[in-house]
Structure formats: structure tokens, C-alpha cells
């Protein structure tokens, strides 16, 4: 009997894009057909081991609406000339294309929404821009079969917005057969962060907070637009030999680096919806890797962080109060000990074998 096709559209390289990873495996398990469409920028090598087949564009552009423009009619334009079961949509940048040419292909399309794209931190400055995001995204988002978020936050405002209901389902990490314990800390304690390296992720002000930790380090794994002002405010603080770049990885490698960790970061600045309603992988990934978390005090987060007791919060991420917490979360003993229980606790709660199960039937 032949399978039935899952094409899956993404803007990015794929390479680190886990939830989509994770999502293609459980398909496949389910002995769907998985095809991932994505670009081939930045370069990168996609493990050999992932799930489903792949197709990555070279175009062009690779920034601005050209880009956004041009992906769109290259997606567009495969999804015309493959059948499928169904269409998904990652993220407001590939609805249109999805969305058109599902109407065309009378294909059933399903929306994964990662961020509420509209008030990413690129465009709060940019009025024009922010408003053609939400002409789209209004212009779309009722033409779809089905649609599923990340947080109670984001679908909380689709709801208010435009009377939809979307299906949560949290970017928790899979399950694994054994979960690392709490490391104890040494005399040189590392501080670690994972994830982009843009705007808004506090981490400008993390890096200054390790002037006033002396014995510290600090590893960032990850790329993105700051990358560079964050190596030359490094440099300008001193800090190269306490703070490394490990780059971008596969998340399969993630392991490699976060096992050496005492205390993640997950530091997010109010400069718009999609970071005060987000909710980050990091928050459940930290969890499973016996890592404590010092994350921003908004709602979404709050509610995992205190239910799960896996970590701190902070409502001020000025430098000294984040080397406060940083010095609280390792240097603690008693915390640390509590931690050393809820953390495998969380751990095996918030897995992603439970998250998706009442997503499946959408694909059915």
C-alpha cells in the first residue's frame, strides 16, 4: 500500500530546526511519507540520520522581502508539482505559498506556528513591514485546515484576534532512556546558552554579568545576526578567555556541550507578543540535560519554571541581578539538591511522545 505524503515547508536550512525534525520523525513512524522543503543558507550538512527526505533551494537572496518573496514561489511551485496527504506550513513566511497552492492541489493544509511572526523583535521598528506581515497572516490564516502554536500565550491571541482555535502543542524535547543527573559545581562553574544569537535574548547584559563572576565561564552555542557585536563586546570586556563560541550545531551535538554546563540562560527582553508569549525549546530542553534554568518572569514561562520547579526567574535582566542568580543557582547546595529531584521529575513529564498525540489526527 503506498504511503501517504507530509510535505513540510520551512525558510530555514533545517539543520537545527528540531521541532520540525521531531514532527518528521513521529510521521514517519506512523509510516507517513515525510518531504522537508527548506533553503540551503546558512551552509550546513544535515545529519544522516534524520528522518524524511529532504529538498533545500539556493536562491538569490537570502534576507529581506526579495527573499521572503522568492522562497515563497519556489515553495509555491514545488507543492504544484508533487502530490500530497497535506500540506505544512512553518511560521507565517510560508503560509501564502502553502495556502495557494493547497487551493490548487485541493490539499488540506496545516499551519505550525513557532512565533507569532508579526511582532518578532525585526519588526517592532518597522511599521510598514509589520503591516504587510499582518495583511498576510489576515489574508491566509482562515484558508487552512488546521493550525497548532507553541504556547498558551499565542493561542490566546489568535483566539482574540480572529476567533480560531489553535491546537497547543509545546516544543518539548523526545524522550530518552536515561536522564542526566544535576552536575555538582566546580571552582569554575559554566554558564551556558543555546538558541539564536539575535536581538532581545538578554544576551548582551549576560555577558557583562560574567565581568562580575570572575571564576565563571560561559559557553553560547548558536549563531544569528549579533553574533559578531557579541564577539567584539567580548573582547572589549576582557572575557575572551571565559566566554567561547561554539557556533551553530546540530541539535543531536547539542549533548556534547551541555553536559559540561551547571546553569543554562533563557533571558528574554519585552520588545513585543512573540517574545512575551514565547516559549522557548531551551525552557524543557535544559530539564532533560540535568540543567537548571534562569529565565525571564513572563507568563508562559513562569508557568512551566514554577509548576516544574526547574530553575529561577528574574524580572530585571540588568547585569548584576543576572550574576546574582547565575551565583544563587550554582553556588546553593540546597537549591541544588532540590533540583537534583525536580529536574528528572520534569524531565520525564514534559516529553514529546505525550505533546503530540492529539496533534496526529490531524494528518490522518
Known amino acids: 500500500m503506498e504511503r501517504k505524503r507530509i510535505i513540510i515547508a520551512t525558510t530555514n536550512n533545517l539543520v537545527s530546526d528540531n521541532r520540525v ?39 538569490w537572496f537570502n534576507k529581506g522581502p526579495l527573499f521572503y518573496i522568492s522562497m515563497n514561489i519556489r515553495i509555491f511551485i514545488f507543492l504544484i508539482k508533487h502530490r500530497a496527504h497535506r500540506f505544512v506550513a512553518v511560521d507565517l513566511d510560508t503560509l501564502a505559498a502553502c495556502v495557494l497552492a493547497g487551493k490548487l492541489k485541493k490539499t488540506l493544509v496545516v499551519f505550525d506556528s513557532h512565533e507569532y511572526f508579526p511582532e518578532a523583535p525585526e519588526l517592532q521598528h518597522r511599521p510598514f513591514k509589520k503591516k504587510i506581515w499582518l495583511a498576510l497572516e489576515h489574508l491566509f490564516i482562515k484558508g487552512i485546515y488546521a493550525r497548532i502554536t507553541v504556547s498558551p500565550g499565542i493561542v490566546k491571541i489568535y483566539k482574540d484576534k480572529y476567533n480560531l482555535d489553535f491546537l497547543l502543542v509545546r ?26 544569537l539575535n536581538l532581545g535574548r538578554g544576551l548582551e547584559n549576560s555577558i557583562r554579568a560574567m565581568c562580575l563572576l570572575p571564576n565563571y565561564e560561559m559557553m553560547i552555542v548558536g549563531g544569528g545576526d549579533i553574533a559578531d557585536k557579541l564577539k567584539l563586546l567580548v573582547i572589549e570586556m576582557g572575557l575572551t578567555e571565559r566566554v567561547t563560541f561554539v557556533g551553530k550545531v546540530p541539535f543531536e551535538n547539542l549533548q556534547t556541550y551541555i553536559q559540561k554546563a551547571h546553569v543554562g540562560l533563557c533571558l528574554l527582553e519585552n520588545i513585543g507578543l512573540n517574545y512575551y508569549y514565547s516559549l522557548p525549546n531551551r525552557i524543557f530542553d535544559y530539564p532533560l540535560a540535568g540543567l537548571p534554568v534562569i529565565a525571564t518572569d513572563f507568563p508562559d514561562i513562569r508557568t512551566v519554571v514554577s509548576e516544574y520547579e526547574t530553575g529561577l526567574l528574574l524580572d530585571n535582566l540588568n547585569p548584576a541581578n543576572i550574576a546574582s542568580a547565575i551565583r544563587q543557582a550554582c553556588e546553593n547546595a540546597e537549591l541544588r539538591e532540590h533540583w537534583a529531584t525536580t529536574l528528572p521529575k520534569a524531565a520525564l513529564q514534559l516529553s514529546w511522545e505525550n505533546e503530540i498525540n492529539d496533534c496526529l489526527k490531524l494528518f490522518t
Open 171 to 196: 516544543n518539548v524535547p523526545m524522550s530518552q532512556k536515561e536522564i542526566p543527573g544535576i552536575r555538582k559545581t566546580s571552582g569554575n562553574p559554566v554558564v551556558y546558552y543555546q538558541g539564536a
Open 21 to 59: 525534525a521531531k514532527l518528521a520523525l513521529t510521521l514517519e513512524k506512523l509510516n507517513f511519507d515525510v518531504w522537508l522543503i527548506g533553503r540551503q543558507w546558512p551552509e550546513g550538512d544535515i545529519p544522516e540520520n534524520r528522518s524524511g527526505r529532504f529538498f533545500r533551494f539556493r536562491l
